[in-house]
């Protein structure tokens, strides 16, 4: 199993091209998803995978401007959620979010096996998108995950070109991880 070579190989790339990807590709990413682990086996992800054409345009419609470089996606997957349809415990534990991120990254996970860019986004008009889709206004649409085949860099901005060849930005890991205990350099900086 070579887990931590797929985890690095993801990275929010936006070269897509608009090659159709496969059914059964997609639904084994969508399976994936569904494998995730989650407070008392509540399984709160619902996922709507798009790719027919007319629901794709109308979802598009609602993405945000920097996102125009998901327009080229073939497929684009809706993470939906109710806080309701998991644990919520004291102390602000509300496990349907912490569970659909879980959903999600084993779905972009198998998204790269399957040799796809896969680039969640927060970057749209929820209340456009539900509508797009038919989700009651009710539930969590909370991110939209974008996919698609490698394509053509020079279809980006230059910002967003320079971003698909850049290293990987994390913060040193003496900042969001200790040994044993808290330590007070966890704590992040006041945003400036
Ligand atoms: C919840 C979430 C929302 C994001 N929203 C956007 C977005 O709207 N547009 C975008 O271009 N990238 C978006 N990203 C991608 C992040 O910017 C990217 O994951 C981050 O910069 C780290 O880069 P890496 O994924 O290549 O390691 C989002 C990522 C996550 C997890």
């Known amino acids: 199993m070579q887990i931590l070579g797929a985890i ?26 569904t494998l995730a682990p989650s407070c008392s086996n509540n399984q709160p992800w619902r996922i709507v995978a798009v790719t027919a054409p007319d629901r794709l345009e109308a979802l598009k419609a609602a993405l945000s401007s920097g996102n125009y470089w998901a327009k080229k996606a073939p497929a684009i997957a809706a993470f939906v959620t109710d806080l309701s349809w998991d644990a919520r415990l004291e102390g602000g534990r509300d496990y349907a979010l912490f569970d659909l991120g879980q959903a999600a990254m084993a779905f972009q996970l198998q998204a790269v096996e399957e040799g796809l860019f896969v680039h969640p986004i927060a970057g749209f008009d929820q209340a456009a998108a539900k509508r797009a889709l038919g989700i009651p206004d009710s539930l969590i649409l909370e991110t939209l995950i ?47």
């Open 8 to 33: 690095e190989k993801r990275r929010a790339y936006r070269a897509l091209s608009e090659a159709p990807i496969e059914a059964e590709v997609l639904e084994r990413i969508v399976r994936a998803a």
């Open 146 to 192: 974008i996919l698609g085949h490698p394509g053509d860099p020079g279809s980006l901005s230059e910002k967003h070109q320079a971003a698909e060849r850049s290293p990987r930005a994390r913060k040193p890991m003496a900042d969001v991880s200790a040994a044993d205990a808290w330590n007070e350099a966890l704590i992040p900086p006041p945003k400036s």
